[in-house]
């Protein structure tokens, strides 16, 4: 069933409409939700989602319970290649929770939230954005971890990066239904404008294995991966000094060592390299920029400390 | 007068951005005046270019008071403006989002640092600002209510209203907040316009700019009188939203008072021209911002008024 859960009337002619497709089956209850599309230029849900359904839709008799998809949360954003809102230059997943009263925006927001609200699990899935590719992996703040890890664990990702709460993110969807009892799990994974198929065929048997552990699910389900979980662990940010061409030498998800030479920036004009890019720590390599155009301060990789005193 | 430049930033394809600001006076950081840090903020950036020729005239008569130092920075963001952007180009990042900044971090987040660096620890900081949605504002000042500065403060602008903003998550990354965290005393001023030069809100924020640097001793000007200023709590104040959508017309004008009931302004199908929605007060008030946009969707702030 396809149902409309948030419509705004655009100025000319059209409605913003908001869409979720809810697929049930068997008695029970639970509910989980599979949300994507906030940043319109993220484009991995979008194929995890068709994934998701169209393979539930197969095999309806193994689901006892509720799957709802929401493809698009941002749909004008995607439909026109815009990260945020088109129109409002607004980053949405720093308008939640939104309000019924407010701007259309806000009121949409406030529409969503109400909507998943309730749900047993959300599953916010995010690709990073144009510029870096990032391992599969889960994000969560200090102080939902231990509600949310053992969710994280069952999904089939590489990583989990637990970092600091920052006040700017209590305006995103996953902290808002957090904080409101929903267990959400932020999924990046992938580059934006294109679709990683390794990377939603590893989430999609991550999804199913969540939907087994809930009891939702009596179907096959492959064997999941364990994360690497960022606790007790820092993360070393390799960022560029100098502005020109990013040309990595080394792979996404390779281990590196601290001073190694990851790769250089370049002048095309002066025929030069400008900065030669080291890395800043040992670790591995979980996100690498994709997009090559940079300027000073533009990120070109994470490194992912080993565990103090251990080794991988 | 000292031109200098405060930050650098090297392009790959572009000259280097510099952030330049103008000094005036010597020794204590008295006032920091900053002014487009979007592409599109062009009245914020004229009002600074006026306030550096006011303050031009002041230092040559020696009427800057001894031990004070004032900083305009008319604009920070001009690799978007002339390419036409609101945002940072490349990532689409708002400099005013990044504050207090990270020297080591992304490249807008260090252009904030370096900005701040240069800004921080002056007595008060005044920041020509602009609303995200186009609209025509009665000219006012803003303040965050962080507790930090007295909102009586704002009395010394001499403008219409001064009204207290309690901050939200989102606020905390601008350079208004920051600034108080700071122990700067912070300001926004509001001239009206963004995209659009609107001479007389000009006048009127240097004027109150002006005014207020009078007040606070750190200069001399004749300016005239302003007004005896009403402070509210932006949460009193009134916003009215379109319940349509398709063409907008405003039916009366920023600063006018209206009474309860009282049509503001109409909206029309976007065809076949049938009036579809009467926009009507639901208090009585002065109207301080309107919407203007020939076309306007569902659940827009169209009208804001102080009751
Ligand atoms: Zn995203």
Redesign the interface.
Known sequence: MIETIASAALAVNENLNIQKRRIKNGSSKKRLSLVTGTHGDELEGQYLAYMIGSYIDEHIECLNGIVDIYPALNPMGIDSLTRGVPMFDLDMNRVFPGSKDGTMIEMLCSMIIDDISGSDVCVDVHSSNIFLKEIPQIRMSVPTAPALLPYAKMMNVDLVWIHESATVLESTLAHTLNTRGTKTIVVEMGVGMRITKEYCDQLFDGILNLLKELGMWSGETAPVREPIVSEGREVGFVNSDAAGIFVPCVSFGDTVEKGDHIGDVVDPLSSKTVETVEAVCDGLVFTLREYPVVYGGSLLARILKPAAGGTE | MKKQILYS????YREQLDVIGFRFGHGKKSAAIVGAMRGNEVQQMYVCSRMIQELKKIEAKGLIAEDTEIMVIPCVNYYSMNIGK??WA???TDIN?MFPGYS???????IADGLFSKIQGYECGIQLASF?QQGNFLPHVKMMDTGFASPELMKDFGLQFGILRKP???D??TLNYNWQIWETKAFSVYANATDVIDENAADEAVYAILRFLDKHDMISANTPPGYITKLIDESKTKQI?SE????FKSSIEIGKRVERGDVLGIISD??DGEIISEIRSTVSGTVYFEYCSP???????CFKIIK
């Open positions: 930033l090297k392009s790959p609101r945002f490349m990532d689409n989002r080591l971090g992304e490249t807008t987040q260090r995200y939200r998550p989102y905390t990354t939203r349509a959508s398709g063409i976007p065809f076309l306007i969707n569902s659940n827009t702030v």
